[in-house]
Nanobody, 115 residues
Framework: QVQLVESGGGLVQAGGSLRLSCAAS????????ISWYRQAPGKQRELVAT???????NYADSVKGRFTISRDGTKNTVYLQLNTLKPEDTAVYYC?????????WGQGTQVTVSS
């Protein structure tokens, strides 16, 4: 089983930055992939970025060049650096772990970008 706790959301002006954190209850290297998703009001949840246990990263086209996913194995934490934020980035951001034990979600953290 994997427990995930997100933090770092908040209110920021357009053009600003935030760093989200996803702390896992076990070694992140034992998890096949950790991803960030987001869900805006009235919209479906969408994949934002993924980092695999081997370190491969992937991004949604809408965030490429602006968001960066990274990790710190000593803290069992995955980060999502959000730069040049736009109002359309406003959403609840969720951390997801895809592992041998199953698929797990965090509780989400709200990101609000004002224009």
């Amino acid at each position: 089983q994997v427990q995930l706790v997100e933090s770092g959301g908040g209110l920021v002006q357009a053009g600003g930055s935030l760093r989200l954190s996803c702390a896992a209850s076990r070694s992140i290297f034992s998890i096949n992939a950790i991803s960030w998703y987001r869900q805006a009001p009235g919209k479906q949840r969408e994949l934002v970025a993924t980092i695999t246990s081997g370190g491969t990263t992937n991004y949604a086209d809408s965030v490429k060049g602006r968001f960066t996913i990274s990790r710190d194995g000593t803290k069992n934490t995955v980060y999502l650096q959000l730069n040049t934020l736009k109002p359309e980035d406003t959403a609840v951001y969720y951390c997801n772990a895809l592992s041998l034990w199953g698929n797990y979600w965090g509780q989400g953290t709200q990101v609000t970008v004002s224009s």
